[in-house]
């Protein structure tokens, strides 16, 4: 049985997002260096094709705290404990990719990337109906964004060398197993073919 050919990318249909790769949680997953080294690589390709860079952070003000409900299991204790002020280093974005002129930037204050932020009227304004998604961790940021996005009828890729996971094994389980049926799942080697082709 042959694999289906992936879709062709339009690069000024095509935004690259870069989820949550922040100093706090970058150092989190292993080998992370060569985690962002990937995805800067893959920041590059878009660039020069003429495709969008989208960055994602979470991070929250004393406003976004006080309105956390008890009933959030995650996010009322990041309230109760004061973390990840957006001001604080923590929350900043990995200098290594840090954004450019252009580019756009997201502050998010749960899990996905697009229901407490303009991400996908910041998209659809710029005419972008493909995104191509990176992110730590897969099991939180990607995992949402992706259900998100795909319920938008976006298309949609996973960066596979530019995701990770606290947990390598859920990793695995959810690129292998459960993106396949809402996302074309291509590394960053594809993904440069993929623009060249373009």
Known sequence: MTTPALPEIDPKRTALLAMDFQNGIVASVSEPDALVERVKGAIADVRVAGGTIGYVRVAFT????AKIPDTNKT??????????????DVTQIDERIAPEDGDIVVRKIRFGSVSTTDLDEQLRDRGI???ILSGISTS?????????????????????DGVADHNPDVNRI??????????HLIDTAQLAELLKAA
């Open 62 to 65: 004393e406003d976004d705290w």
């Open 75 to 88: 996010f009322s204790g990041v309230a109760a404990a004061k973390m990840m002020h957006h001001e604080d």
């Open 129 to 131: 109906d493909t995104v």
């Open 140 to 160: 939180g940021v990607v995992l949402s964004t992706l259900i998100d996005v795909a319920d938008r009828d976006y298309r949609v890729y996973v960066l596979t």
């Open 174 to 183: 959810l690129v292998d197993e459960v993106f396949p049926s809402r996302a």
